[in-house]
């Protein structure tokens, strides 16, 4: 996908270990006898998924590669939808395909 959008793919090590601490937007809280895992939403969705974006070009891939290998999981960041993200580069590739060929 990276190539796609015409940029070097990024470390998605270094972007994991440069991601704020999981205490920012992650608690677990005991109900009566269950332990239940709770995100802040707001926090992921207005601070990390724009840091994410600068970090990675906007690549939906990478974006998606960074959340599931820091075990942030992917539907508490509501605001990224990987098939749009990846309809949206291909849409731009095959416009500039289309410009670049003579009819």
Not at 41 to 53: A, E, F, G, H
Not at 83 to 92: L, M, N, R
Request: with cysteine.
């Amino acid at each position: 996908m990276c190539k796609l959008l015409e940029q070097e793919q990024p470390s998605l090590s270094e972007i994991i270990a440069s991601l704020p601490t999981k205490e920012k937007y992650y608690k677990s809280e005991r109900w009566d006898e269950d332990l239940v895992d709770s995100y802040d939403t707001t926090y992921l969705n207005q601070t990390l998924l724009p840091l994410l974006r600068e970090k990675t070009g906007n690549c939906p891939a990478c974006i998606l590669a960074v959340l599931r290998q820091a075990e942030i999981p992917v539907p508490a960041v509501s605001d990224f939808h990987f098939k749009q993200g990846c309809e949206d580069v291909w849409s731009c590739f095959n416009e500039a395909q289309r410009r670049k060929e003579p009819w």
